[in-house]
């Protein structure tokens, strides 16, 4: 999740530079081309800077396990954004507990799979840009260190990252020459021509975020500004026209976007020309004030608040939700959920502690439901749930046929957040048809009572829980005893597929062949 969180919170540097692009007209441009430098950094550096004044909310705003949580949401760090979003990825991609197929976990390898083959679709268009160059100027002249002349290129740029050279199109003045060959080694001293391929390389990784290619295209034209004024800042007036002319004389259009070469006519020459004939060289007060703004920037939006400062955030607008109170920060850093996720286990409530269950209606619910499952009784399952949907439907059936036994083992319950209602846990263990021995399974149920006095399992709750119902869950979740149970279940089938490494190509083999099945199905419906 490192490419998307970093493509979601780069997003906000990137806008904030093209406001401040856009309103520092006077600003010299090799410091606009620093501010593309820090989007450089944020993007290839996989350290996280923190700091309390930046206006980034959080760091990670899709959680790396997202995948695998049985109730997936976003931390974007704004509630609005959060309200939105995370009752749509709770309505569709929720994961059904009797479904070995988790709808996001496939919805991820795509996207993976679809980034990958863009990633190497845009490496692929650099190299071949790359090659069909180096063909077109293999028969270009020496004529000075460095610099080459050749007659089949119609503009002049800088070409090779090891060993940059020159190339001119042939036939040019002496005095076109000269100013063309100031513009190009201006790059050569800036290293353009390592910062407009690296900046290609970044683009190749990040293709998917539009904001991306707008700061790319907008780095190269800030490139060239730079060089422009690099060029021209010491020149008369007489000399500028000059320049320009010669500009507006090697202007060559520009179709598509490239990662080399450096050139010299190819990028926005009309507004490069105003740039040369408004030039003035800032004054000092301009240059630092133009260097704290880019530090103000890279401070407020590179960075992003620390984990601690983004817990109590949170924290607070779950309080003043609940509440409608301003809670002080110091005190909600004392919360009970709060504290126990930092493993205070004196915060523990022990009316929230799981108990081995000894209601034999209980008992008897989920032995019948366990038994619906592996034999595939889908009558019977959706008598058992408030809801079941078309998906959980297909794939239950589906996986009917790989399960030998089903058993829901010991059973633990915590009372619910309303009466008749219980948070139960599942101890068990599931016997495929494909493998010798059962492997362990824990499961989360929340069982309610309907107004008949029968028991029924709330399969909607993610979708349909409000925010008070929400902290009861969470803050059930953190009991002791409830972690306690989940690290004995990771440990005990970690240890099966560290024991048996055939063990994950089997399960993958039946979530493979589930899904074939459900798709197979919903064909035959359409």
Known sequence: MFVLNNAITVSALIIAIIVVRGLGKKMPKWITCMLWGIVAVKLIVPLQF????????????????????TNPQINSGISSVDEFVNPI??????????????????????????????????????????????????????????VYECDYISDSFILGIFSPRVYISSGLSEEAKGYILRHEFAHLSRCDYIWKPLGFMILAAYWFNPLCWIAYILLCKDIEYACDEKVTRNIEKGEKAEYCRILLENSVPMKMITACPVAFGGIDVKNRIKNVVNYKKPAFWITIASIMVCVAVGVCFATSKGSATTSVQKAVENEQTQTGQTVNKAEVQKSVVTRLAEGDETAADPQLEVKENTDPEIIDFFKKYYEAVATGDIETFKCMNNYCSEYTEL?????????????????????????????VHCDGSIKY???????????????????????????????????????????????????????????????????????????????DDVAEKIKTEVGSRS
């Open 433 to 511: 048809k494909e493998y010798d021995k059962p492997i362990p399974e824990l499961a989360w149920y929340y069982l309610c009572t309907d107004e008949s006095g029968n028991l029924y399992i709330h399969g909607t709750i993610s979708m349909d829980m409000t925010g008070e119902e929400n902290s009861y869950f969470q803050k059930a979740d953190f009991q002791p005893s409830v972690l306690e149970l989940n690290d004995k279940y990771y440990a005990e089938k970690s240890q099966m597929y560290e024991e048996d490494a055939n063990l994950e190509g089997i399960i993958k083999s039946i979530k």
């Open 50 to 69: 923190e700091s309390v004044l930046s206006l980034i909310p959080t760091r990670d705003p899709i959680p790396a396990n997202i995948a695998v949580e």
């Open 395 to 423: 794939s239950t059936i589906a996986m009917a046929d790989h399960i030998e036994n089903y058993d829901p083992g010991k059973i633990y319950t915590q009372p619910g957040p309303h009466e008749g209602t219980y948070i």
């Open 89 to 146: 990825i709770r309505q569709n991609f929720t994961p059904d507990p009797v479904a070995s197929i988790n709808p996001l976990q496939i919805c991820i390898d795509l996207a993976r799979y679809m980034w990958i083959a863009g990633v190497i679709i845009m490496l692929t268009y650099a190299v071949t840009s790359y090659v069909a160059i180096r063909k077109r100027v293999s028969a270009s002249v020496k004529t000075a260190p460095k």
